[in-house]
């Protein structure tokens, strides 16, 4: 193999993994996607929603998750995960209005 067969391919090389990373750039850069899906039935309305977190440590936070009208505060560790308190969404709101008039 002469030396400049091996500049040939290095070269070659290099000219097809700058395209991949040219086609990878565009590709994020304008979000393309791929045609072949058209007509996709609507989604159904959320059912699960991240209503707020909050970090108590470095390594530990709660989250409040709402699911179908429940909301559940979890605790998030290393350790694993802890579901604090589950309660419905109307009697908190409830709560919140009975501890505000107090």
Do not use: K, N, Q, Y
Not at 52 to 57: M, N, T
Not at 85 to 102: H, P
């Amino acid at each position: 193999m002469t030396f400049l067969a091996l500049l040939r391919m290095v070269g070659a090389l290099a000219l097809v993994l700058g395209g991949l990373a040219g086609a990878l750039w565009a590709v994020r850069r304008f979000d393309l996607r791929l045609p072949g899906r058209i007509g996709l039935a609507p989604r159904p309305e959320r059912r699960l929603a991240l209503v707020e977190r909050l970090a108590v440590d470095p390594r530990r936070s709660l989250v409040l998750v709402r699911r179908d009208g429940r909301e559940h505060l979890l605790l998030i560790a290393p350790e694993g995960h802890v579901v604090v308190e589950a309660f419905d969404a109307a009697d908190f709101g409830a709560l919140v209005a009975a501890t505000a008039d107090a």
